[in-house]
């Protein structure tokens, strides 16, 4: 009469198809998380927007400045654009320079608060490095892409802006830099940088980043479709700012 037991052979053909399925599974399983990511970065940049949306309508109408915003003498580079918005994100807060980051770890790295952490990246040293999302601060004279320039000069107006869901305001960026590089862009070659401190890296399923429009919509960009710099030509150098109108 045949056992009931399995024998080795067949206990190591049952294993052997087991490695095969969860060989097969696993990458699958690893981009639905990567996807589940970039989803929540999505919605992270929706609830941003509609934050400075907010900010705006009672500063009238002026968007913040990339870093700068409380300047005074001993940190000329208080108050960057996400800690304005604190104010009506966490309104229990002490409102102060990077007070959207969490206190620093035993490593002295931070991690943002709630929507202003991206759930594709780190926690980082803002000595060194900014990650998470930047804001759009491209600029030409007097003319700006979306943030105001440095301590409101020139200053920017949401309702400047002729073309909103063509004007990209807060994007995915991971850079690195000598010292303390700031959270805004200037162009697509300021979004992921490199210093010796570390390497940025595009981190949203190979090669790709989130962009808020200045009305609100998100967009997932492949890295060669993101327009290089405002002056790149009159169609795509909108996208940044332009030289010639709002």
Sequence with gaps: MRSSFFSLIELLVVIAVIAVLAGMLLPALSKARERGKMIQCSSNLRQISALMNMYVESNRDIIPAVSNNWAYAANPYCGKWQDTLMMLYAPSKAIGDNCYLAPSDAAGLRMPYGLFACPSSQVFDTRVSSRHYG???????????????????????????????????????????????????LQKSDMVTFSGDGTGLWRHMGNMANFAFADGHVEQLSRQNIPENYYSNAVSGYFWSTSSSD
Aim: aromatic residues 10%.
């Design 135 to 185: 804001i759009n601060l491209a600029k030409d004279g007097e003319r700006c892409g979306f943030a105001s320039g440095t301590q409101g000069s020139p200053e920017m107006r949401y309702s400047r802006i002729r073309t909103p869901s063509k004007r990209a305001a807060f994007m995915d960026i991971d850079r690195w830099w000598a010292s303390s590089p700031h959270p805004g862009v």
